[in-house]
């Protein structure tokens, strides 16, 4: 398993870095916000698909409950909920489960809910906003580690998510090493550039001379 240095990898560069290996289209759309903590949370995707509810559930809770019980240490979860706002679809029970596997954040297009609790657990959480209803009879999770489309991206289990302030990127599986060997490269480029500039070097000499911005 990948050792990540949240320290120097984050949203912005790993999107330069899918930018430049013809990538482009691997982050949400802005919406989702961090809700609980402001540290970046990166780790492996499991995806969970949601859909709404307009009729008693006969297995409430069934499958997302499911899915929490087969996180592994890192994961991080997916909430495809399609942006509905019906309930709040993740709180502090679920996290606690979710902590106990060794989960480290949750990415959701939805609602949320518990977020004093959450945040007392020192627990990432990206979502569209808040809601204190119950998602039982309202929404529920019809699958989970199945691809699917959250924000605009599609993406499957065992991806790397990685979100900050700046926003959310989604990495394939595929090219996850070759993401992260050029955004550690433009990383250390980068403090050259920063260094030189802080040392007195116009930023149109700095480019000029290490063609990094």
Excluded at 19 to 31: H, S
Excluded at 56 to 85: C, R
Aim: aromatic content about 6%; proline content about 4%.
């Amino acid at each position: 398993m990948i050792q990540f240095d949240v320290s120097d990898l984050h949203s912005a560069v790993v999107s330069d870095a899918l930018d430049t290996l013809g990538y482009g289209g691997q982050c949400a759309t802005p919406g989702l916000a961090p809700l609980t903590v402001r540290r970046a949370l990166i780790g492996r995707c499991r995806t969970t698909l949601w859909g709404d509810l307009f009729h008693k559930d006969p297995e409430p809770y069934a499958k997302e409950l499911q899915a929490v019980d087969s996180l592994n240490e890192g994961d991080v979860v997916i909430a495809a909920a399609s942006g509905s706002m019906r309930s709040g679809i993740w709180g502090e029970l679920l996290t606690t489960a979710a902590l106990n596997r060794g989960c480290r954040g949750v990415v959701a297009e939805g609602a949320v809910r518990d977020l004093a609790r959450m945040r007392s657990y020192d627990f990432p959480v990206y979502a569209l906003g808040t809601c204190p209803l119950d998602s039982q009879n309202r929404q529920r999770v019809l699958d989970y580690d199945v691809p699917v489309e959250i924000c605009g991206v599609v993406v499957h289990s065992g991806d790397l998510v990685v979100a900050d302030e700046d926003g959310i990127v989604f990495v394939p599986q595929a090219i996850e090493q070759e993401v992260l060997e050029f955004a550690r490269k433009k990383v250390t480029e980068e403090n050259r550039v920063r260094e030189a500039i802080r040392n007195g070097m116009l930023a149109t000499e700095a480019y000029a001379r290490f063609g990094v911005l």
